[in-house]
């Protein structure tokens, strides 16, 4: 039976106490998976992005994707809330490359952090 049933944001927390034992529980029960970040993940290879994607949700984190500049840019001037970018440097299906996506993405999110990455495969 809970001693206790407390809220607290998007959790339940239940204080459990046994009957006879002097010591409590404390048990967090999650209505929903609390999301720490959203973060806009800009990757044009298809597996590549989905297992940054993959990654970035295993750290308790949202994501949006997108798979070109055009769709980033659209997702970042929409009302959608995004704290974080997380794009590739160089996006060989756009004209505009990472570095000039953060630019305007900045821009456009004054208070958006920006993470870049690049996958360097060695020559064969």
Sequence with gaps: MP???IAAGRALIAVIRQEGLQSR???????????MAVILVVEDDVFI??????MIQDWGHDI???GDVD????????????????????LKNSVLGGCE??????ALRPKLRVLYQEILLPKK
């Excluded at 529980?25 to 999301?35: D, L, N, Q, W």
């Excluded at 992005?49 to 993959?54: D, G, I, W, Y």
């Excluded at 996506?101 to 900045?106: S, T, V, W």
């Design 49 to 54: 992005r989905q297992v940054a994607e993959m």
């Design 101 to 106: 996506l953060a630019h305007q993405a900045i």
């Design 71 to 90: 769709e980033a840019l659209s997702l970042l001037r929409s009302p959608q809330h995004i704290d974080a970018l997380f794009t590739d440097i160089y």
């Design 3 to 5: 001693y206790a049933l």
């Design 25 to 35: 529980g404390v048990f967090i029960v999650t209505a929903e998976r609390v999301v």
């Design 64 to 66: 949006l994707s997108a």
